[in-house]
C-alpha cells in the first residue's frame, strides 16, 4: 500500500512538473516564475530524487523504511526551503540566518493532525494552500504555484490521517422532511444570507459532488450524512 501511494504522485509529477507554465508566451512564463519566487510559493519537485538527496546529505533524517511521496521547494522551486509529505510524516526543512547554514528539520507526525484544509487558487489568487493544525505544533501554512494539485495531496492526507480512532463512528440515520429541503422564499433567503444563516440540503447530491473525479476528496466509504449551505459556501 505504501509503495502505491509513493507511486502515483511521482507519476502526477512526471506530467506536470515538465509542463511549462506558458506555451506560447515566454513572458507570461517569466512573470508566474517571478511571482512564485517573490510570493514564495512552493512548486512540485520529483520526490525520488528528494529522497536520494536527503538520504545522502542527512543520513540519519528518514527512516529505513520512510519515502518521500510528495515533495516542494518554495519561491517556486528557486528557494533554499522545502516541504515534503513522507509516508510516515510531514517533513519540512527550514534554513536559518543569512547564510543558512542552520537548518531546522520540522517533523509532524500524521497521529498529530488535528484539522486539514486546501485552498485552490483563484482567478486573482498567485497561488493555492495547505493548512495544517497540529497538536504540539499550531498552525502550518504551505503555499503552492497555482499548478500544483491540491486535491491529490487532500486524498494522500485522508489516506493518512483519517484512519483508526481519528475516523468518527457510523452516524445515526436521522429521519428527514421533504420541507427541509423545500426551496425558501426570496425573503427568506436573503434575511438567512445577512444572517449567515445555512440551510440543510440534500447530502446525496454533496456526496456526489465531492466524489467526482475533478475533486475526489472523500474516502471510498465516506458518506454525507447531513449537508448545509448559506451563499456560497457548503
Known sequence: ESHQSATLPYLFFQSHVSRPCCLFDQTCCTMSSLV???????????????????????????????????????????????????????????????????????????????????????????DSELKIYASGYGKIKIDFVTDVDV??????????????????????????????????????????LLGGDSSQIDAATVESQLKAPSVGILLPDERVEMAFKCGRDS
Do not use: C, H, W
Open 151 to 192: 486535491f491529490a495531496i487532500k486524498r494522500f492526507l485522508n489516506s493518512m490521517v483519517l484512519v483508526g480512532d481519528a475516523v468518527g463512528g457510523k452516524a445515526a440515520v436521522i429521519p428527514t422532511s421533504a420541507e427541509a429541503f423545500a426551496t425558501p422564499g426570496k425573503v427568506t433567503s436573503f434575511l438567512d
Open 36 to 126: 512564485a519566487f517573490v510570493s514564495d510559493n512552493a512548486a512540485l519537485a520529483d520526490p525520488k530524487e528528494r529522497e536520494a538527496s536527503l538520504r545522502e546529505k542527512v543520513p540519519d533524517l528518514l527512516m529505513p523504511d520512510e519515502t518521500v511521496v510528495f515533495a516542494f521547494k518554495d519561491r517556486g522551486g528557486k528557494g533554499r526551503d522545502s516541504s515534503n509529505l513522507t509516508n510516515k510524516r510531514i517533513l519540512i526543512k527550514d534554513k536559518r540566518g543569512l547564510t543558512g547554514k542552520r537548518t531546522d528539520y520540522i517533523s509532524i507526525p500524521y497521529q498529530a493532525i488535528r484539522a486539514y484544509s486546501v485552498e485552490t487558487a483563484g482567478r486573482m489568487d498567485s
